[in-house]
Structures are given as C-alpha cells and as structure tokens.
Nanobody
C-alpha cells in the first residue's frame, strides 16, 4: 500500500549538516505516521525519530535530540530528516518507515512499522 524511497545521503565531515528525504506513494501520506531508523552492518536497526501524520507530534531518540529535526510536507508526500552537528557515530544507512496502525503512539521499535524504504547511506568523516 505504501512505497517509500529515501534520498539525499552522502559524505559529510564531522560537525556538518545533511538533509535526507523520504518520498512516499500509494496511500494518503498525511494519515500515516512515519519514522526514521538507521543501521550499520552487523548491528540492529536503531530508532532515530518518528512523526505523526499531521506532523503535530514528534519523538526523537536521545542520541540525536537537539541535533536532528524531522519534518514532513504532506503536499509533497515527503518526510525529511535534517541532521546537524553530525558525528562519526552517525554513519549508517538511514531508512524511512511507515506505521500502519490506528494507534496514535510513535514507537521506537522497528517491528511496529510495516513499510520500509531501501535506505540511503550517510557517512560522517572525522
């Protein structure tokens, strides 16, 4: 029902900024909660943050709070992750996800999200 495509990843030096995007199609974008996750090889997928359908509620992982900002433009069916003050430990493949649930909560567990994009690589050099 939902197709997600991430873009905007790249190579950034520590302290720099980058914005990644997630374009959605197949369902009314404004009605579904979306999340950002990241993963490095050999490690479990890690919650970054999530945003409600209308954008009124946002939750962030403690590791990125104050540095990353999630937003969405429902007219463009696109969610964004603005990353500032990047650190080498932020290096990962970043995935967007859609949660298909009537619940209004924004969980951190990746198992509670139903649709995933292919990911976009973000590399932060020291």
């Amino acid at each position: 029902q939902v197709q997600l495509v991430e873009s905007g990843g790249g190579l950034v030096q520590a302290g720099g900024s980058l914005r990644v995007s997630c374009a959605a199609s197949g369902r009314a974008f404004s009605t579904i909660a979306m999340g950002w996750f990241r993963q490095v090889p050999g490690k479990e997928r890690e919650f970054v943050g999530a945003i409600s359908g209308a954008g009124g509620n946002i939750n962030y992982a403690d590791s990125v709070k104050g540095r990353f900002t999630i937003s969405r433009d429902n007219a463009k069916n696109t969610m964004y992750l603005q990353m500032n003050s990047l650190k080498p430990e932020d290096t990962a493949v970043y995935y967007c996800a859609a949660r298909m649930s009537s619940s209004s909560t924004l969980p951190s567990s990746p198992t509670l999200y139903s649709y995933w994009g292919q990911g976009t690589q973000v590399t932060v050099s020291s």
